[in-house]
């Protein structure tokens, strides 16, 4: 980590990027070096190198999305057979720093009857995310996969919020087309 002034050379090479004062986070390895094509990709929502199975994509996607709207930048640079280095730059802080310790904000909590259904295949995913949510107020509702969300949805017409996972695998039971017929709030 470091801090770093982005000139306006530097900047001109990159449209995205304000001349300024960042933070410079720097991640390197010391493997083969990403292909130009990956480098190219890296950033795209779901692209992955790895086989089907083996993992989603979403990492740098994230991170990206993350300094982006942190109104920074990231760049990675790569050496074919020295490695990788994923360079992010958040704007440093101008302001005066005030003392914070100990004050923590008071986490949202769900009113009375307010209810969730969370759809995730990860046993322990689904089981954190029930338990965290049920601790915040809220009632909760749970199914491990798009027929049983059906299931669970045509059985309480009070879920409000759908919570699921982006990556679910589809549905292809008989229930697969059949959405509950839910009337919209007035």
Known sequence: ?????????????????????????????????????????????????????????????????FVKQSGGHIQIYRESGEGTCVKIYLPRFAGTATDTAGARPEPARGRAGECVLVVEDDDDVRGYVVETLGALGYDVFEASSGDAALRVMNDHAAIQLLLTDVISPVSTGENSRNWPKRKSPD
């Open 1 to 65: 980590m470091a801090n770093t002034y982005l000139d306006d050379a530097y900047c001109s090479q990159h449209a995205d990027v304000k001349h300024g004062q960042y933070v410079q986070i720097a991640v390197t390895d010391t493997g083969a070096g990403m292909p130009k094509g990956v480098v190219d990709r890296a950033f795209e929502p779901f692209f992955t190198t790895k086989p089907t199975g083996q993992g989603t994509g979403l990492g740098l996607n994230q991170v990206y999305g």
